[in-house]
């Protein structure tokens, strides 16, 4: 019996290590330093651009919506726009599945 008692009483012996409080979240903290400067910082970024490109939308404008729907906007609203994908066919779209803005004359050479 002397031999099992012996051994708990080593396993438990030993002081816990110096300094590990702040040096144990450094890495952490790194990881987020990284996640946040490779990931969410580009992604804020982008989706500023994004939302300053449908807010400037005006009538005439050639965009391609996120379906991929090339056309020419005739008539813009709060929340919608209108955008023409063929002679006298008009669809209305959310501002916000407009991907891109086009040069003008996209159309007309595509």
């Known amino acids: 019996m002397n031999l099992f008692i012996s051994d708990a009483l080593a396993q438990t012996g030993g002081a816990a290590p110096q300094g590990g409080g702040l040096m144990s979240l450094l890495p ?3 990881i987020f330093a990284v996640f946040y400067f490779l990931l969410i910082r580009p992604q804020q970024k982008r ?3 994004h939302k300053a490109m449908t ?3 005006a009538k005439g404008d050639e965009v391609v919506t996120s379906g991929g729907t090339l ?3 005739t008539e813009t609203g709060e929340n919608f726009v209108s955008v023409e994908v063929a002679s006298g066919v008009v669809i209305k779209v959310q501002r ?3 991907q891109a803005l ?3 004359g996209t159309i007309k050479s595509a």
Do not use: H, T
């Open 28 to 30: 952490l903290v790194a």
């Open 47 to 49: 989706a500023k651009e």
């Open 55 to 57: 807010e400037a939308l």
């Open 71 to 73: 056309g020419k906007i």
């Open 96 to 98: 916000s599945s407009v």
């Open 102 to 104: 086009m040069p003008k």
